[in-house]
């Protein structure tokens, strides 16, 4: 792909620029302005322990930096050194995706062109913490990214900026990625307008606001009381912090794909169906089909390979 230049048209000079990202749905927006700004510095989270090797791991923002070359500041909130370095880098705009850390008001207003984040849903639905898994288990057809304005409440700013996709199948980890993408590209696309002030603002209709706050693993625990679309949705929107889970059999496993099968809803709820090589778990209306699973203690396999230690065609299954 080439790189496109974005320029300040009242210095004709590539756009200077602080970006704030932690996880991996940062890395694109990242990307995208190393090859078309000039990154003065990047902030992003300490080093966390991540896996079972209690290691402590850099944020995959940091790794990404540190590989283009970019000088990175590691910090969990803005004190006054942080601020320093920030005023030091004197930045045209301060671009944040997915950071995780409070901006004081003084980081707002420090940048010519302010402070804009990637936040990945079509604002003013799903403001908050998890909006790609709250699209998903909403059953919502389409979502998006939103270039915003940061302002004092959670995802309240005015957005200048969106872009929409569709969810149909795709799981928490497809559609992050493609939002992540996605979001990139509009950020580039965008920041000329934001700092040259001819940006067009968006006010967030209040009446339209959903939130989305946190998942628990509770609500992803699959339920054969439920419908077969709810617990097909749960699946889809977990990931390794909230994992889609249940009992078969009495052991334990985490369904990592599944779909809803029309085809088998003389299924009991409570029954799990093991034949020829597929699985099906009974719900209240009907029976998902399960695709790949990672029973306790194992690797992830295909439900194929789970289903020849799965002897019997009226095996019980309940909520883990």
Known sequence: MASEKNVDPTAGRRLRVVFMGTPDFAVPSLERLAETCDVALVLTRPDAVRGRGKALVPSPVKARALELGLPVLETSRITPEVADALRAADADVFCVAAYGCI????????????????????????????????????????????????????????????????????????????????????????????????????????????????????????????????????????????????????????????????????????VAVAQRGRVWLGCADGAIEVLRVKPDGKREMEANAWAAGLRGDGLAWERA
């Open 103 to 270: 901006l004081p008001d003084e980081v707002l207003t420090m940048a010519r062109g302010g402070c804009v984040n990637v936040h990945a849903s079509l604002l003013p639905r799903w403001r908050g913490a998890a909006p790609i898994q709250r699209s998903i288990l909403a059953g919502d057809e389409e979502t998006g990214v939103s270039i915003m304005r940061i302002g004092h409440g959670v995802d309240t700013g005015a957005y200048c900026a969106q872009a929409s996709v569709t969810i149909g199948e795709k799981d928490t980890e497809a559609l992050t990625a493609e939002l992540a993408r996605v979001g990139a590209d509009l950020l580039v696309e965008t920041l000329p307008s934001v700092v040259d002030g001819t940006a067009v603002w968006v006010e967030q209709d209040e009446a339209l606001v959903t939130h989305a706050a946190k998942i628990s693993k509770a609500e992803l625990m699959l339920d054969p009381a439920d419908d077969a679309r709810t617990n097909a949705l749960r699946v889809q929107a977990s990931g390794d912090t909230a994992p889609a889970r249940c009992m078969v059999a009495g052991r334990g496993v985490r369904v990592c794909a599944a779909r809803v099968d029309a085809s088998k809803n003389g299924v009991a709820p409570g």
